[in-house]
């Protein structure tokens, strides 16, 4: 079965990197997303198996938004995947208190990566 995936970040050339990336290695990307409020209607729209959220979304911020979607519906965007060009020691208090299951440097994302955090 392949995993359904939304991508919510900010630059357009990540989301298109990361959606061809993913694709490739066999993970269907259903939809992205640069902001905040478009993340909620896509996931909405998308009911995603998994959704990648980037810790800053040009201003807005990637922890509010996986709060404000788990407190929406629990199970409407999946499991929720923070993710950043940052090292992950830099919010590692911030990712653990958070909804998120974990946290995949972009320099590190796969559908491994992603496999391995839903395992």
């Given amino acids: 079965m392949s995993l359904r995936c939304l991508i919510i970040d900010d630059s357009p050339e990540f989301s298109r990197a990361a959606r061809a990336l993913l694709e490739q290695q066999g993970i269907e990307v259903v939809g992205v997303a640069a902001s905040a409020q478009e993340a909620v209607r896509r996931v909405e729209e998308a009911r995603p198996d998994v959704t990648l959220v980037d810790i800053d ?15 929406e519906d629990d199970s409407a965007g999946g499991q929720l995947i923070m993710i950043s060009s940052h090292a992950e020691d830099e919010f590692a208090e911030l990712i653990e208190a958070s909804p998120a299951i974990g946290f995949v440097a972009k320099s590190d994302l796969s559908a491994e990566a992603i496999r391995a955090l839903l395992r």
């Fill in 57 to 71: 979304l040009n201003g807005d911020s990637g922890f509010a938004l996986v709060r404000t979607l788990k407190a």
